[in-house]
C-alpha cells in the first residue's frame, strides 16, 4: 500500500493498494477477522490536528456526526413517508445525547459494509474501499459493519445477524485494543449510524421522487438512473429500511445491545 500525498493534480492525496488474492466476506464467520482489521486501522497513531487534513477531522467528532444526522433528517419532510415512519425515526433521533462519555477520536473508514471486505487467502480481513476515511469516532465503523441496514445492503454478501454475532464482533475488537469506548458510546454511535442510514435513505427517496417527476416533464436528471437494475436495488432497500417492522427491529437491537456488552 503506497501513499500519495496531496498535490495540485490530487488535492486529497491518494493510495496506491497492491492487488489482494482472495474472496468476498461471509457473514457472520467473516466477523472475527474483520474486527481484527478494523482495530488495526483504529490503532493507527493520531496525527497533529495540523497535519490531518484533507481527511475530514472535526473538532468534536460526535457533535460533527449529529449535524451530519440532522441535516439529512430535513428530508424527512419531503420523502413522502407515513406519519407512523417519520414519528419513530424522529423519536430515534431525539434519543442521541448531548454528549458522549468517551469521544476521542480515530482514523475511521466511514464506509465499512460487508461488501467493503475481501477476505484474503492467509485469512485476513481487508478493507478495499478507503475514499471516505476520516477522523472520527471508531464505534461508527462497528456500526457500520454489523447494522441490520449494512449486512444486509450488498447481494453478494447478505446476511442477518444474532445479537450474539454481534456481541461477538464487538468484543473480538476490543480484545485488539488497549482500551475501548464504553458500552454507552458504542451503543450511541450505533443509533447514530443506524440514524445517518434512514435519513440518508429518506434524502434518496425525496431526491428521487423529484428527478421522477422532472422526467415525466422531460428533463433530463441524474445519470443513476440510465442503470435501472441499480435503482431498483436501492429503491427495494430504502423502502424495506423505511418500513415500521424494520425500524422497530433495529430499535429492540439496540435496546438488547445496551444490556449484552
Request: charged fraction near 25%; glycine fraction near 4%.
Amino acid at each position: 500500500m503506497t501513499p500519495c500525498p496531496p498535490s495540485d493534480a490530487l488535492p486529497r492525496g491518494g493510495l496506491l493498494v497492491e492487488a489482494i488474492r482472495g474472496r468476498l466476506a461471509k457473514l457472520p464467520e467473516d466477523l472475527p477477522a474483520i474486527a481484527k482489521a478494523l482495530a488495526s486501522l483504529h490503532r493507527q497513531p493520531l496525527p497533529s490536528e495540523a497535519e490531518r487534513a484533507p481527511l475530514l477531522a472535526p473538532e468534536n467528532s460526535w457533535q460533527a456526526m449529529v449535524e451530519e444526522v440532522r441535516q439529512q433528517a430535513n428530508w424527512l419532510g419531503d420523502a413522502q413517508l407515513s406519519r407512523k415512519v417519520t414519528q419513530r425515526i424522529k423519536q430515534e433521533l431525539d434519543l442521541l445525547p448531548p454528549r458522549l462519555n468517551d469521544d476521542t477520536p480515530a482514523l475511521i473508514s466511514f464506509d465499512t459494509h460487508p461488501g467493503n471486505f475481501l477476505i484474503a487467502d492467509d485469512g485476513r480481513a481487508v478493507l478495499v474501499d478507503l475514499e471516505k476515511c476520516r477522523y472520527g469516532l471508531p464505534g461508527v465503523d462497528l456500526a457500520h459493519t454489523s447494522l441490520y441496514t449494512s449486512t444486509t445492503w450488498d447481494i453478494n454478501s447478505q446476511a442477518v445477524l444474532s445479537l450474539a454475532d454481534v456481541v461477538a464482533f464487538y468484543r473480538c475488537w476490543q480484545s485488539a485494543l488497549e482500551t475501548s469506548p464504553d458500552t454507552d458510546t458504542l451503543v450511541a454511535c450505533r443509533r447514530a449510524t443506524w440514524l445517518w442510514s434512514l435519513t440518508w435513505c429518506a434524502k434518496w427517496r425525496a431526491q428521487h421522487l423529484n428527478a421522477k417527476d422532472a422526467q415525466q416533464r422531460g428533463e433530463d436528471w441524474s445519470a443513476e438512473l440510465t442503470d435501472p437494475a441499480v435503482i431498483d436495488h436501492v429503491r427495494d432497500r430504502v423502502e424495506h429500511y423505511l418500513s415500521l417492522n424494520v425500524i422497530d427491529h433495529v430499535h429492540s437491537e439496540l435496546q438488547r445491545l445496551q444490556v449484552s456488552l
